[in-house]
């Protein structure tokens, strides 16, 4: 691809903005390129949701699905778009009963070291800097 499209461009944005990141191609340069250009670029791209609506859609797939390293990702994302930490905690507990137990104890697991790292990067302390 010589030239990035405009959905390309506009992929990158929205990833951009949901992530607070640029995207990091890693082994898969072109699967990088697919998700940004139709995943972001498109889906994400449509008016009927907002960004932190399509997030907490997003957070509670990688949730449901046990994939921890996207739920790490969406657990970044989620705060990166102003959600709260109660908030994440919550949409995880009301997966138990869509899930089951072993889906909301795994995601609250995964929250709660993303929440610790998190601290320990900001020199927060968990216990008592909520």
């Given at each position: 691809m010589n030239q990035p499209s405009a959905r390309h461009e506009r992929g990158e944005a929205i990833f951009k903005?949901?992530?607070?990141?640029e995207p990091r191609p890693g082994n898969y340069p072109e699967f990088l390129q697919i998700t940004i250009d139709h995943l972001f670029g498109e889906i994400w791209a449509r008016p009927q949701l907002s960004l932190e609506e399509r997030e907490l859609v997003a957070l509670t797939a990688v949730a449901l699905a046990r994939t921890d390293w996207e739920l790490r990702g969406h657990i970044g994302a989620s705060l990166n778009l102003g959600m709260s930490r109660e908030k994440i905690v919550e949409v995880i507990i009301q997966l138990a009963y869509y899930g089951g137990w072993p889906v909301?104890?795994?995601?609250?697991?995964?929250?709660?070291?993303?929440f610790a790292e998190l601290d320990a990067a900001t020199g927060k302390d968990a216990d008592h800097d909520q």
């Open positions: 903005e949901v992530f607070g990141r909301a104890n795994n995601g609250l697991r995964v929250a709660q070291e993303v």
